[in-house]
C-alpha cells in the first residue's frame, strides 16, 4: 500500500516562507491525485491543494491562492508545497494524501492514503 512521508514544517515568521515535502512510494496507479491538507487543534481537516497527476492541474483553496504553490517530482516520487507569506493563521498539521482517482478533487473523501503530518507554526 501506498505510503507517504511530510516533511519540512518548522517554527517560522509572519511573511516567511516554507517548503514541505512528501516522499510517496509503493503502488499508486497511473490515474491518481495527490493533495495537501492542513489541520488545526480543534478545527475539521482543511482541504488546501491537490495535483492531479496525469494533467498536471492543479487547484487551490481561496485562503492560499496566490501564495501557496503545489508541484511535484515524478523522479524523486516526492510532491511539494511552497508557501509563501505566511500567518500565524496558516498555523496547523499539514498533510499530504493520495487519491486512487481524481474524481472531485474538491472532495476531502476521495483520499485514502495520508501521510503523518508536518507541524508548521507562524508567530507575529
Known amino acids: 500500500q501506498l505510503q507517504l512521508v511530510e516533511s519540512g514544517g518548522g517554527l517560522v515568521q509572519a511573511g516567511d516562507s516554507l517548503r514541505l515535502s512528501c516522499a510517496y512510494s509503493?503502488?499508486?496507479?497511473?490515474?491518481?491525485?495527490m493533495g495537501w491538507f492542513s489541520q488545526a487543534p480543534g478545527k475539521e481537516r482543511k482541504w488546501l491543494a491537490p495535483i492531479v497527476w496525469s494533467n498536471g492541474n492543479t487547484y487551490y483553496a481561496d485562503s492560499v491562492k496566490g501564495r501557496f504553490v503545489i508541484s511535484r517530482d515524478n523522479r524523486a516520487n516526492r510532491v511539494y508545497l511552497q508557501m509563501n507569506s505566511l500567518t500565524p493563521e496558516d498555523t496547523a498539521i499539514y498533510y499530504c494524501?493520495?487519491?486512487?482517482?481524481?474524481?472531485?478533487?474538491?472532495?476531502?473523501?476521495?483520499?485514502?492514503?495520508w501521510g503523518q503530518g508536518t507541524q508548521v507554526t507562524v508567530f507575529a
Open positions: 509503493g503502488p499508486h496507479g497511473s490515474s491518481f491525485a
Open positions: 494524501a493520495w487519491a486512487a482517482r481524481p474524481g472531485s478533487v474538491y472532495d476531502v473523501n476521495i483520499f485514502r492514503a
